[in-house]
């Protein structure tokens, strides 16, 4: 069964740092894009940047730009959101998804997500 499981969540202070790990199993994601989202309280989900097999970069949501970081390991079929200097309003919870398609910040291209894991950050 395909899956992506997301892990390192938690709870952080303001200014600190977490890494997300979103895990793929069942079949392999390596030539997937694989995209990073989040959905805070009342909210609508939104996108926060992805990246495809060979490394490419989507732009960062203006949200996280210089402070979050995306990276895969196509071995380990895995991807990271490194986050730096979190702030309150980063508290969501943080989903990864994946897509066949071209990279795109819209979430319905996405065909396969994960389950999410929280985020909170104390002010």
């Known amino acids: 069964q395909e899956q992506l499981v997301e892990s390192g969540g938690g709870l952080v202070q303001a200014g600190g740092s977490l890494r997300l790990s979103c895990a793929a199993s069942?079949?392999?994601?390596?030539?997937?894009?694989m995209g990073w989202f989040r959905q805070a309280p009342g909210k609508e989900r939104e996108f926060l940047v992805a990246i495809t097999w060979t490394h490419g970069i989507t732009d960062y949501a203006d949200s996280v730009k210089g402070r979050f970081t995306i990276s895969r390991d196509n071995a380990k079929n895995t991807v990271y959101l490194q986050m730096n200097s979190l702030k309150f309003e980063d508290t969501a919870v943080y989903y990864c998804?994946?897509?066949?398609?071209?990279?795109?910040?819209?979430?319905?291209?996405?065909?396969?997500w994960g389950q999410g894991t929280q985020v909170t950050v104390s002010s």
């Open positions: 069942g079949r392999t994601f390596s030539r997937y894009v």
């Open positions: 998804a994946a897509t066949p398609r071209g990279p795109t910040y819209e979430e319905g291209s996405y065909d396969h």
